[in-house]
């Protein structure tokens, strides 16, 4: 059974960082793009930036450029998310999922799998 599971997420101050973690089971992490979202109170889920299928190209969120780094380890079928630099407007819950063969990346509707989710906050 396909599963992705989030960890990493907590309280961090304006201009930190935080690393999360997302573990996948019953599939190989390589053979589809797979993707962070994130979800605001009050607000709609946003894509925040995925990781290509094979050669592992990488696509950010304006928002999140040059302060956002995702990657995976294929040995231990995780993907990470690494924030730096974060900002208040960060604060979120923080999704991984699995997009589907051929689908937009940019859309959540492209995605079949998600985790549960991590909540990340940032203190200004």
């Known amino acids: 059974q396909l599963q992705l599971v989030e960890s990493g997420g907590g309280l961090v101050q304006s201009g930190g960082s935080l690393r999360l973690s997302c573990a996948a089971s019953?599939?190989?992490?390589?053979?589809?793009?797979i993707g962070w979202f994130r979800q605001a109170p009050g607000k709609g889920l946003e894509w925040v930036s995925v990781?290509?299928?094979?050669?592992?190209?990488?696509y950010y969120a304006d928002s999140v450029k040059g302060r956002f780094t995702i990657s995976r380890d294929n040995a231990k079928n995780t993907l990470y998310l690494q924030m730096n630099s974060l900002k208040p407007e960060d604060t979120a819950v923080y999704y991984c999922?699995?997009?589907?063969?051929?689908?937009?990346?940019?859309?959540?509707?492209?995605?079949?799998?998600w985790g549960q989710g991590t909540q990340v906050t940032v203190s200004s």
């Open positions: 999922a699995k997009a589907r063969l051929g689908f937009d990346y940019g859309l959540s509707g492209s995605y079949d799998y």
């Open positions: 019953g599939y190989t992490l390589d053979y589809y793009d």
């Open positions: 990781i290509r299928s094979g050669g592992g190209s990488t």
